[in-house]
């Protein structure tokens, strides 16, 4: 914006980040948990099926294991003896065992693969589905949000926050979930095969638990925060990006380079210090399973050796070979899932804090609109009252229904706007428009001079009630603004900004931005009007010409030409043009001006200008200073007055 009082309002940090360095909490909201696995219920037969699968590949995993026990008592150790008698092994047995194994394995790998890639789908239709509604409600936020809220910050909600939940959701969960089928039933397997060794497992896992729970709360502090430093960075990026003519102006390089170590430090540590905890997790459970391996071959060899009776859950016997050799086996498949586990809750933290963002953005109060007040195409009858219709007649209307008696009102749309003793602040403590009270005829132009930040945009933007009034009174053809609807209001107004926006698409595609119904001719004859045509013709594919970058590829002059069209295209009743010809030299600048006069033609038009030739011929200059209104007249008689303005003319035509 051009007002400096708008910009002082904004916040020196985005509210919610935690401050730099700061560590933030490994606890899990279970709202948050809840509220992220509300999304995956239009996917319940999915995950069903996933869960099945699951289910399979764990059981295959944990019966491959216990088969061993079978495999060495019943058909190896048989044909062993028999080799050791002279009697001819029978390896058919065997091959049928093994071909039984391979079975087994083969089905736990066709359900892991077909799990995890029905997972993968339905991570992406939930994160589809949270991605348009981050979108859709971002649309309906005011615009004080994102004057207070950095863009890369805004732009991380769909980047790194999503991508965080996308790994939780096609990744953790289900590891997780296998991981805990898994220990559950190779818990019951070992149970059935030695209560004795199962002992041993248990108090080796209150020591792996509580190093595990250590570690990995650490790992997940830093995780979370990782999330807000990422934020952070990308959004000192997206604005050193966008200012980089200024820096380089300035010569800020080095200080802007000091900026960007700090927050690339501070994101550099908490990944490092995350990873740090992170790696030496399974690095540490396979030590500790290694080492709980080599104690229960030593005690399980010592029982079988010594005939000493085994408690199992079924029977009590003694040890045999098969039996050690498949409870080893089963000690192997315990503990790493849940070295899995733990390394999965890293991820599952990264997820929390990027949808505890996501969610707070979601939570955002979307504007309010009480209004109730619409704009219509109307057209008079035959009795000469106003009718709404659907085709355009370049004839508005405001509708009014009736709630008392169902009827409906219309009042002809004129371009008359009041503010009446119009009281404004950004914040309630501060006040920043005083007394501010423009009575704007039909057809009339309007011009706001005055230096920066003495709140010429401010006024315009409560027109478009992008802020609401702390006092008075603001109308629009005798109608209270607050009871027309925010979209139909903004509609019958036409704005044309000092910085312009040109979107990806051809240049046909941003004439009608405002007036998607728009012909190729009505586009055409907006761009001859604004002496736009004759550029555009010459680009390499005229009107089809795509513009990328914002339209990087043409001149501020010509961009904002663009810009004076597609209002032009959207043929509103009233026009706000703030500093539109700043960006155009003086002898195109005339004839701009001359379009713009016969744009503005029977329109209420509001002009902000610093350059003071633009606004000789407007039927009310106002002048304004520190928020108030200190002198209004025509040109000729602000100059006769010899006041401020008076000054400001004959000083210099540029007020900065």
Not at 165 to 180: D, E, F, N
Not at 269 to 277: F, S
Not at 401 to 411: E, I, K, L, M, R
Request: some cysteine.
């Amino acid at each position: 914006m051009s007002d400096n009082i708008r910009e002082s309002k904004q916040p020196s940090k985005m509210p919610g980040k935690p401050p730099r360095g700061a560590r933030v909490s490994m606890k899990f909201d279970r709202k948050t948990i809840k509220r992220m696995l509300s999304y995956m219920k239009p996917f319940t037969p999915q995950l069903i099926l996933v869960l099945i699968c699951i289910l399979v590949t764990s059981g295959a995993s944990v019966a491959s294991s216990v088969f061993l026990k079978t495999l060495i008592d019943d058909f190896i150790m048989p044909l062993v003896e028999n080799s050791k008698n002279g009697i001819t092994p029978d390896y058919s047995g065997l091959f049928g065992a093994l071909a039984g194994m391979a079975a087994l394995f083969l089905a736990g790998a066709v359900s892991s693969l077909f799990y995890s890639r029905i997972m993968a789908t339905v991570s992406q239709g939930v994160l589809k589905r949270i991605r348009d509604e981050m979108f859709s409600h971002m649309q309906s936020l005011p615009i004080n949000y994102f004057d207070t809220h950095t863009h890369g910050d805004i732009m991380s909600f769909y980047t790194n926050d999503a991508d965080a939940m996308q790994q939780m959701l096609s990744q953790s969960i289900p590891q997780v979930l296998s991981s805990g089928i898994t220990i559950v039933a190779v818990f019951c397997s070992m149970l059935s095969l030695s209560v004795w060794l199962t002992l041993t497992v248990v108090v080796f896992l209150i020591g792996i638990l509580a190093i595990t729970a250590k570690i990995a709360g650490k790992s997940g502090k830093y995780f979370m925060a990782q999330q807000h430093s990422t934020a952070d960075l990308n959004g000192y990026i997206e604005e050193m990006i966008n200012g980089q003519r200024v820096v380089k102006i300035f010569c800020h390089e080095e200080k802007a380079k000091e900026a960007f170590d700090g927050k690339n430090s501070d994101l550099c540590e908490n990944i490092c210090k995350a990873n740090a905890y992170a790696n030496i997790l399974m690095p540490i459970n396979n030590c500790l399973g290694y080492f709980l391996y080599v104690v229960l071959a030593i005690i399980g060899g010592t029982l079988a050796i010594n005939d000493v009776p085994n408690v199992a859950c079924f029977a009590v016997n003694v040890l045999t070979l098969g039996s050690i050799a498949s409870f080893l086996q089963l000690s192997r498949s315990f503990i790493g899932p849940i070295g899995q586990v733990s390394q999965q809750l890293n991820a599952v933290a990264m997820a929390m804090a990027g949808a505890e963002r996501i969610f707070t953005l979601l939570d955002e109060q979307p504007e309010t609109d009480d209004g109730y007040v619409t704009l219509v195409n109307a057209k008079r009858g035959e009795d000469g009252e106003l009718v709404e219709t659907e085709e355009r007649t370049g004839l508005w209307a405001w509708k009014h229904p009736h709630t008392a008696d169902g009827s409906v009102t219309y009042t002809e749309l004129k371009g008359n706007v009041v503010l009446d003793d119009v009281d404004f602040g950004y914040v309630p403590e501060k006040i920043v428009l005083h007394n501010i009270d423009i009575y704007a005829e039909p057809g009339q132009k309007v011009a706001f001079v005055g230096a920066t930040g003495a709140g010429k945009t401010t006024i315009t933007n409560l027109i478009n009630r992008f802020y609401d009034i702390a006092d008075g009174k603001i109308r629009y053809d005798g109608i209270n603004i607050n009871k027309i609807k925010k979209d139909d209001l903004r509609r019958s107004l036409g704005v044309v900004l000092q910085d312009v926006n040109l979107f990806t698409g051809t240049v046909m595609d941003n004439l009608r931005y405002g007036k998607p119904s728009a012909t190729d001719e009505e586009c055409i004859a907006a761009a001859k009007l604004a002496n736009a045509d004759g550029f555009i013709r010459m680009l390499p594919d005229g009107y089809n010409t795509v513009l990328t970058g914002g339209g990087s590829g043409l001149s501020q002059g010509q961009r904002q030409l663009i810009s004076i069209a597609r209002a032009a295209v959207a043929d509103p009743p009233v026009m706000i043009l703030d500093e539109a010809t700043s960006s155009i030299d003086t002898r195109t600048e005339a004839i701009v001006q001359a379009g713009m006069d016969a744009l503005m033609k029977g329109r209420t038009v509001f002009v902000i200008a610093h350059r003071l030739s633009t606004v000789k011929n407007s039927d009310v200059i106002m002048v304004l200073e520190q928020g108030r209104i200190i002198e209004r007249g025509s040109h000729e008689k602000l100059i006769s007055e010899k006041g401020q303005y008076y000054r400001l003319y004959t000083g210099a035509f540029e007020l900065e």
